[in-house]
């Protein structure tokens, strides 16, 4: 399912999580020239960057620079049908999986068991194919690498978006885990309701957070 994700302020403490480096670690490989990732990194900072728009298999978004926009597509190797099966088997292995997934933490376990199946779920810097309408010789260019730097903060945030660029959104994961179970004792269904809840009291407690430290008052949605 395509998603939009509105322009990214940038983050004060950086990209913290282990998953979240990995991504940054193969912008880096990606990167042809160290201008080029300097440039980038840069114009992610300032927030010339626009919406991102998350796909299976691609990343869109316009970059502006100057008095210029530019258009840029990533795409990335989505997981064939019986590897996003096998996936969800690896979500469902372990309790806890996918509460903590829908909460914004990754496990590194759950990496190294998808591993283990034949699933690479961080892509490598060579997986990342970029296009950009600007005049640049090479690809990634410093737009390309500002839009990729970004969704390594959208992946720090929520590790779910790096399922859905492999093919694998939220919902999907979810309906296959309750298809799954329905034949079972106990399903997922409930336990799904519950972790939702779970999971937004999570992000509303990150995001007071992020306004008492900014100084802002706070709105009565989020108390």
């Given amino acids: 399912m395509r998603v939009t994700h509105g322009r990214i302020a940038p983050s004060r403490?950086?990209?913290?999580?282990?998953?979240?480096?990995?991504?940054?670690?193969?912008?880096?490989?990606a990167a042809y020239v160290e201008a080029d990732l300097r440039g980038g990194r840069s114009a992610a900072r300032r927030g010339d960057v626009g919406g991102i728009t998350v796909d299976a298999g691609s990343l869109l978004a316009a970059v502006r620079e100057g008095d210029d926009t530019w258009t840029v597509e990533i795409a990335v190797p989505v997981l064939a049908?019986?590897?996003?099966?096998?996936?969800?088997?690896?979500?469902?292995?372990?309790?806890?999986?996918?509460?903590?997934?829908?909460?914004?933490?990754l496990s590194f376990d759950l990496v190294e068991h998808a591993d283990e199946v034949g699933i690479e779920l961080l892509p490598f810097g060579g997986e990342l194919a970029?296009?950009?309408?600007?005049?640049?010789?090479?690809?990634?260019?410093?737009?390309?690498?500002a839009v990729l730097v970004q969704t390594g903060w959208l992946i720090d945030a929520d590790p779910l978006v790096l399922f859905a660029l492999r093919g694998l959104d939220r919902e999907a994961l979810l309906h296959t885990l309750h298809e799954r179970t329905s034949t079972a004792g106990e399903g997922i269904t409930e336990l799904a309701d519950d972790v939702e809840v779970a999971a937004d009291a999570v992000v509303r407690a990150r995001r007071l957070v992020e306004l008492m430290e900014a100084g802002a008052e706070l709105p009565e949605g989020l108390l």
């Fill in 81 to 105: 049908a019986e590897e996003r099966s096998a996936l969800v088997d690896v979500v469902a292995a372990e309790a806890g999986r996918i509460a903590a997934l829908l909460a914004g933490d």
């Fill in 13 to 29: 403490t950086g990209v913290r999580s282990w998953w979240g480096k990995a991504w940054q670690r193969a912008v880096e490989e």
């Fill in 130 to 145: 970029a296009t950009c309408t600007c005049d640049a010789y090479l690809d990634p260019c410093r737009h390309a690498l």
